[in-house]
Each structure stands twice: as C-alpha cells, then as structure tokens.
C-alpha cells in the first residue's frame, strides 16, 4: 500500500448480485411452529359413558376459560440445544498488508463452515491475480482460511487501494452466494443478500479513532466503523487529500463492522499532534457525512 494512492474517481468495483445465483429470494425455514390452543378440539370423554351416546352426535370445542389451562408446547432442551448449535458466525475478512513483504494476505473466517474455496479463488484470479493457499488453522473462532496473493503482471503485492477493495468485494459477494446464511451478519446483506441484518450499525457510536506514535518516521492510525461497499477507497483518499502517506496497514471486515490500521507519515515523519487531530476530524465528518445524504433524498 506505498502510495501513490489513487483516488476514488476512478474507481470500478461492481457489487452486484449474480445472475446465476439461485437465491434470488429470502429463504424461510418452518421451525417450531405448534398448532394454537383455539384450533383444538377435546375429544368425547370416554369415562362418562352415560353421556357418550350424547358426546358421539355433537363436536365438543374448547371454551375460553378452558384454554387457559391448557400447556402450551415448549421446545425441549434438545430443540434448545440445536438452535444453539445453529447460530451464524460472524464471517471475518482480513487483508494484510503488514505480515508479508511480498504478497498481500488474505484470511477468511466463517465459524466451521468454509470449505476449499475454489470459488473464491478462481474469482479473484479473474481480477487479474496470482492466489495462492497459504495456509489453514483451526481455533476457537473456527477454521481460518489464509491465501497469498500478487498481482499477475508483476508478481509482486497488490498495493493499489481499487484493486485491494475490489479483492474484499469479491470475497463478500461469494460469502453471500454461497453461504446465504451469512447476509444477516454482514453490512451489505442489506442490498446483495437474501436477509438483511436486523439491526443497523450507529455510525456516530460504531466509529472509533485514535492515532499513535510508531518510532520517528511514522503514526499508527487505528479506526473502526460501520462497514459499507468503497469504505477502504474512500478513507485511503480521505487520508491522502490532506498530504498524509498511507505505507502499509491493515483492512478488516468483521460482521459489520470495518476495523482498519494504518502505517501513515507526513514528509516521511510521524504525525505531529495538530495534524492528528485534522485527520481524525476529517475521518470522523466523512464518516458521518452519508447518514445526511441519505436521509435528505
């Protein structure tokens, strides 16, 4: 990310839904669905045998003070269990820029349920890239899928702040297709997927900013807020427009939320405390500036 960052007017990511993407519509599931009390019918009471004759020529239906004694069914443990067990993970996407000095990497996270990714990798190839599965693990979270990657006609780490949002697109897109599950987690399950997340991200609370010192020649800007599609295009250009480097860092995208790091300088030097505070301004009012736009249409 050495930059000669370029600017977000010429950028050409395209988040659109495929059209061979068979979940073009929500797609509902029938759990627990019990009968309501009132749809009940008792049955003729064999016990009193002087009535039954009576009872065999007249349905017997269920007052309302009867269905009030009534127990409504419960879900057993099991049932509880299961819906525990059945709790979407937040899907996690990591671009890399600091770990490895010859390729960007690219960690993709989604609970246990990820497999080879072949699909994933042979679209971002189509980005005019070189993919290459780095490595796999396992913990807690779930099973971390890392990839190396570099650009075809050079070989070398992608540092070009379009290329890097079009690669974490692209990751998202295919998380939405093929886990449609995954579009209540994510910010823009809200405009590609098929289930919208049931609470929408505060930007003036999601947003945190804070710049530290990093040794002489160079601050640490940490940020995190409300994700949304052209987020990492638009702070790159935020930060560049006021004469501030971005060398490297860091672009998380976890659930939605985007938590980014920055290695940035000013003239090669660390950021002194006024410039901090004009770039954090500036963050901040870009940041909340869409919200108004939004609401005035």
């Known amino acids: 990310m050495a930059v000669a960052m370029a600017s977000a007017a010429n950028y050409g990511v395209f988040f659109t839904t495929n059209t061979k993407n068979k979940c073009k519509f929500p797609i509902f599931e029938l759990r627990n669905h019990f009968w309501p009390a009132s749809s009940v019918c008792s ?100 099973k971390h899928n890392k990839f190396a990657i570099t650009k075809a006609t050079t070989g070398r780490k992608v540092e070009d702040p379009e290329l890097l949002e079009a690669i974490r697109l692209t990751i998202i897109n295919n ?76 672009f998380d995208t976890e659930g939605l939320l985007a938590k980014m790091k920055f290695h940035v300088s000013y003239k090669s030097k660390a950021i002194s405390r006024p410039l901090q505070q004009v770039l954090a301004n500036s963050l901040r009012y870009f940041l909340r500036r869409p919200t108004t736009e939004e609401a005035s249409f």
């Open 43 to 142: 049955p003729p009471n064999i016990l009193e045998k002087r009535r039954s004759s009576l009872l065999m020529h007249h349905s017997v239906g269920l007052s309302s003070s009867m269905m009030g004694i009534i127990p409504r069914a419960t879900p057993s443990v099991t049932a509880v269990e299961n819906d525990d067990a059945e709790t979407v993970p937040t899907p996690k996407v990591i671009i890399d820029q600091d770990s490895d000095p010859d390729a960007t990497v690219v960690e993709i996270t989604f609970g246990d349920r990820l497999g080879a990714l072949m699909d994933t990798m042979n679209a971002l190839r189509n980005l005019g890239l070189n993919v290459a599965k780095a490595n796999v693990y396992l913990d807690s979270s779930g």
């Open 175 to 250: 998380l939405l297709e093929y886990h449609p599950e995954s579009s209540s987690q994510l910010a823009m399950g809200a405009t590609f997927g098929v289930e919208p997340p049931k609470e929408k991200v505060d930007v003036d609370i999601a947003t945190h900013i804070r710049v530290d010192d990093d040794g002489p020649s160079r601050s640490l800007l940490y940020m995190e807020t409300a994700d949304r599609p052209g987020l990492l295009v638009d702070l790159v250009k935020i930060i560049t427009d006021i004469n501030i480097t971005v060398e490297s860092g860091e």
